[in-house]
C-alpha cells in the first residue's frame, strides 16, 4: 500500500486544500494529514491563531473524502518521526519548499509540489475578515 502525506495548520479550510487533499490522494492509496499543533500554530503563525483548536482542525479534516487519517504533531522531530514510523511513500508540500529542507523528507521515497491557487491561503481570509 502507498501512503502519502501532506501536513500544515489548516485552520481555516478552503479549496485550496481540498485541491491539495485531491491531488495528494491521486498519488497512492492512504492520504495521512499532519496538523500543526496549536502550540506550533502560535509559534509559526503568531498568538492570535489559530482560531480553531487542533481537535476541531482534526474532526474537520477527517470529514474529507480525500483524508484518510489525520494526526496532530508538536515539533519538527515529531513530524520527522510520524514519516518514518508510519512508512510514508511519497510527502506532498507546496511549491515554495521547492530547493529547501522539507522536513522528514528523508524517510519517504518521494516529495512531489503541489502549487498553490494564488489568493487562496488562511491568513489572506482572516486578513480580509479583519479588513487588513
Known sequence: MKKVWTNGCYDILHVGHIKLFKYAKSLGDTLMV??????RVKELKGMSRPINNQYDRQEVLLSNQYVDEVVIFNSADDLRNLIKTNDIH?????????NKEVIGSEHCQEVMFFT???GLSSTQILDEINGY
Open 90 to 98: 511519497t510527502m506532498v508540500v507546496g511549491e515554495e519548499y521547492r
Open 116 to 118: 498553490k491557487i494564488k
Open 34 to 39: 499532519g496538523v500543526d499543533s496549536d502550540s
